[in-house]
């Protein structure tokens, strides 16, 4: 059996930002009760133990959690390459500073568009200036810096002000993802799915980009699937490469898998080896028995491996179909309608959007 | 790289390390692992900013009988242009 390369590990479901895209889950009253300090190390002892070569360092916001240098100083010691994922808010020069000792490798820092105004509206609070300040001080601490932006209707228009941020900024790397419409950003698919003349316009500014920084930057960008032909190759294949653990300890083929209807695996029950070899929801997808038509019989269902089982659940209440994104799935109608919604006339003001509530209780 | 006296040294944003549980050496980034055979290891190990280019060849000659220069050279040049190695004047 495949072995992992790496472990997402969304310490909180916590968060400064408000996101609407956010792909946390809805219910996040179910995440409350978070493994504690002791747990996550055992975590990653298992998962060095099964192969885990990278950790990435996740939420909600992983500097909310008070050990968050503890745990990459483990990630470390074990010798993995260890990246934090961060909205940057509580990047104090200190804490920055414990993490460098740590021997934190790498970090990835969200902006939300290439201004104050549009990405503290998008994040839902003051947020930006010290998203800059954070950029700034990364790269003074020598680490390599990347850029993370979601790309929705209302910032996919600055994408190429987005880019001259982080040249600006000295960042080595940018992702620039279209938004996946999962937790909170399925909620708010109307309001986020951009027009066919928008994702033309970006991709053009992103191969100009992409040209004018090769060997300064390196231009990740990634394809919205609701535009595509064919769906994505979902994790690299389910349970395959990479697994997620919950702040609550539950273990996921992918971070939006807690929806699918199988029983729960938790490191709190049970140890990673036998949740990652054993348990029903990761030996759910493995392989390609399990598959339907048309991808039971398609040349592309090692390539593609049928796309995303989560998004083939949240749309047709069935894990198993192919991913509707698939211009062959029965069930392509489900997205060919919303993808013609966001291209039919609309007036001026953009829908409203759901904001993510920074906790449970809060609004 | 243009002449022997550069100094190659590791991306970064890149580590090299022993991936135990398959036993293999590989090169770690965010988003990829790039397995290494044991030859590509040891020319990457000994990258640090420090040797120039011909001083790893000196090097590699006292591990191995067979050394081919420009073998080492273009696989420097392929590890620099996907940007895990990265190469100052000497």
Known sequence: MDRPFGLLAELTYRCPLSCAYCSNPIDLAGYRDELT??????????????GVLQLHLSGGEPLLRRDLVELAATGRELGMYTNLVTSALGLSRRRAEELRDAGLDHVQISVQADEPAMSDRIAGTPSFERKVEACRLVKELGWPLTLNVVLHRQNIDRVGAVLRLAEELAADRIELANTQYYGWAWRNRAGLLPSQAQLEQAERVVSAARERLTGRMDVVYVLPDYYSRYPKPCMGGWAKR?????????????????????????????????????????????????????????????????????????????????????????????????????????????????????????? | MRTVTDLPKLAPHVRLSFDAARNQHVLLSPETVAVLNGTSADILGLCDGQRSVAAIIAELRARYERVADDEVCAFLQRMAARHYVVISDG
């Open chain 1, 37 to 50: 300090t002791a747990e996550w190390q055992r975590v990653l002892v298992e998962a060095q133990e099964l």
């Open chain 1, 242 to 363: 990479q697994l997620t653990v919950a702040p609550n300890g539950d273990v996921l083929p992918c971070p939006t898998a807690q929806a699918l209807p199988f029983p729960r695996a938790s490191v709190r029950t049970d140890s990673l080896a036998w949740i990652w070899n054993e348990s029903p929801l990761f030996q759910a997808f493995r392989g390609t028995d399990w598959m339907q038509e048309p991808c039971r019989t398609c040349d592309r269902r090692e390539i593609d491996f049928g796309g995303c089982r989560c998004q083939a659940f949240l749309l047709t209440g069935d894990a198993a179909r192919t991913d509707p994104v698939c211009h062959l799935s029965p069930d392509h109608d489900l997205v060919t309608d919303a993808v013609r919604a966001a291209n039919a006339e609309r007036p001026a003001v953009e829908l409203p959007l759901v904001p993510r509530p920074h906790r449970v209780g809060s609004p």
